[in-house]
């Protein structure tokens, strides 16, 4: 779940609609286990595979908006106690 593409895109929407720290995937990258470990989640995680689902992170019978919700509203501006790192877009050799 921590290194899904779809869940990490649905999980992005969300805290952008919660304002949370910007970059916002950068933000999700910094709680991706956390969210992961949220309760419940592992379960329908594990029912939906079970259960034939080829892309549970995409399909919100899996992990619903609501429980992305939930998981997300609480969570702090800043992952590990620091602030949310910038993406590196090119490398300085001044």
């Given at each position: 779940m921590a290194n899904d593409w779809a869940l990490a895109q649905?999980?992005?929407?969300?805290?952008?609609?919660?304002?949370?720290?910007?970059?916002?995937?950068?933000?999700?990258?910094g709680y991706a286990w956390d969210l992961a470990a949220t309760p419940g989640w592992a379960a329908s995680w594990e029912s939906a595979v079970a259960g034939g689902i080829e892309n549970p992170g995409a399909d919100p019978g899996v992990i619903t908006d609501g429980m992305i919700l939930a998981a997300v509203q609480p969570m702090p501006d800043d992952p590990a106690g620091g602030p949310v790192p910038e993406v590196v877009t090119a490398i300085d050799t001044e």
């Open positions: 649905r999980l992005t929407a969300a805290a952008a609609e919660e304002d949370k720290a910007r970059p916002y995937p950068q933000w999700v990258a």
